[in-house]
Nanobody, 124 residues
Framework: QVQLVESGGGLVQAGGSLRLSCVVAGRSLSMYTVAWFRQTPGKEREFLATFSWSGGMTYYADSVKGRFTMSRDNAKNTVYLQMNNLKFEDTAVYYC?????????????????WGQGTQVTVSS
């Protein structure tokens, strides 16, 4: 069983920055793919970024490429999402997700483990 806990959300002005954290606890994560998604009311959950815990490339959605950076701290079993130059439309609940059976997927239904989400609100 894997547990994910996000933190770091809050209120920020447009143009500002936030760093979200996702602590991943459970079994060995060496075979897991981890991803960030976000969701606004009435819309489907949107893919943002993903990488394999074992290393390799990080893939981003076009909507956040160049502004958001996904990284990790192996010692802390923590994944981060650094968000810069935030826009009003980035307002959403942000989730991290993980699964050992997917490979860099952008599809929400392929991830079996999810955090509770953290709210990010960008004021214009």
């Amino acid at each position: 069983q894997v547990q994910l806990v996000e933190s770091g959300g809050g209120l920020v002005q447009a143009g500002g920055s936030l760093r979200l954290s996702c602590v991943v606890a459970g079994r060995s994560l060496s075979m897991y793919t981890v991803a960030w998604f976000r969701q606004t009311p009435g819309k489907e959950r949107e893919f943002l970024a993903t990488f394999s815990w074992s290393g390799g490339m990080t893939y981003y959605a076009d909507s956040v490429k160049g502004r958001f950076t996904m990284s990790r701290d192996n010692a802390k079993n923590t994944v981060y999402l650094q968000m810069n130059n935030l826009k009003f439309e980035d307002t959403a609940v942000y989730y991290c997700a993980a699964d050992p059976s997917v490979r860099l997927s952008r599809r929400t239904y392929e991830y079996n483990y999810w955090g509770q989400g953290t709210q990010v609100t960008v004021s214009s």
